[in-house]
Structures are given as C-alpha cells and as structure tokens.
C-alpha cells in the first residue's frame, strides 16, 4: 500500500486526495508518514487542509512533518490550528522541541498578523508561585518574533526585555542582539 501511496504522490494529480483523509487515519504510522510525503508533493489547496488535521497525529514525527510542511508552503490553512493548539492541555504535555517547532512555523506563516498575540504571551503576570507554563510560552514567543523579525516584532521584544520574568527579559534582550537592533 506504501507504494501504491508513493506513485500517487509521484504523480501529484490533486484528484487523488479524495482517499487521503481516510488514510490519514490509518492505524500504521508509516501510511500515515507515506501519505504525508504524498501530500507534500501535491499543489492543492485541500492538500493545506489535510496537513492541518496531522497536527493532532499521535505520532511525533508525522505532526513535526506536517507542521514544517504548512509552514514551507506558507499555509494560512494551518496558521488557526497552530494558534488554537497553543492554548490546548495537549499543547502543555508536548516536547520543547515540537513547541519551537510550531511557534517557528507560526511566526514563518502569520509574520506581522500574529505579532499582538505573540506579544500577550510576553506578559507573565506576578504570582507567588512561578507559572513555568507561562514562562516557556514566553521563552517560545521570544523565539517566533525573532523569527519575525519585522519592526512590530521587534517593537514587541524591546516590550518584553522589560518582562518582570527574568527567563523572558533575557530572551527578549537576546532576540533583539541577534537581530542587530540592541534593547533601546
């Protein structure tokens, strides 16, 4: 089946993509994989929109496919998804390195449209107990206006180089000597 995916994918007819949505579910994740690398090589729209559900794939390396897939493709379908899982429980249990992953592509898709809500998440309110959650997403927001890099970006670092938040204010300031526009 693998290779009956791989020809389809080869041959890159967009007509092919009635099946997918049900493969996308198959129990193996190497069909799965298979289908997503099919997937990659078709133009279509509904392709975006196929990759999008992948998100929520129980196998780490096909969500991390989809997710640099989207943002190679500069995919407005899954700009939502991503944003929406950032504030899901599921989102708290991921792997670091999947999290920068999504906030990579976040900021690689939206740029300058998602700039204000990257910025909210620079803001850790005071607590007496440290919200560790807050201060990773700050940390990950750092990462994706960098990224940006745009002047509302960089206007939103220098925001945060202020951050109460020790971890954020130093990332802030470290985004901003990266990008070459210093803290001022």
């Not at 249990?93 to 906030?103: P, Y």
């Not at 970006?153 to 526009?181: N, Q, Y």
Request: charged share 30%; aromatic share 4%; glycine share 6%.
């Amino acid at each position: 089946m693998r290779n009956l995916i791989y020809v389809v994918g080869k041959i890159g007819d967009p007509k092919a993509l009635k099946s997918f949505p049900r493969l996308l579910q198959h129990k193996d994740p190497k069909i799965r994989k298979e289908v997503l690398h099919a997937l990659d090589m078709i133009e279509s729209p509904k392709t975006n929109d196929l990759l999008a559900k992948v998100l929520s794939d129980p196998d780490l390396s096909n969500r991390l496919f989809a997710v640099r897939a989207l943002a190679k493709r500069k995919a407005q379908e899954g700009l939502e998804p991503m944003m929406n899982l950032l504030t899901s429980k599921e989102f708290d249990e991921k792997e670091m390195h999947e999290k920068k992953e999504i906030f990579d592509a976040i900021a690689k898709i939206g740029g300058d449209k998602v700039v204000p809500r990257l910025r909210r998440l620079l803001e850790v309110k005071w607590s007496l107990f440290k919200n560790a959650r807050a201060e990773e997403m700050g940390l990950c927001a750092a990462f994706a206006l960098q990224r940006i890099g745009s002047p509302p970006a960089v206007e939103a670092l220098r925001e945060g180089s202020s951050s109460k938040s020790k971890p954020i204010s130093e990332a802030c300031a470290k985004a901003l000597e990266l990008l070459g526009t210093g803290k001022t």
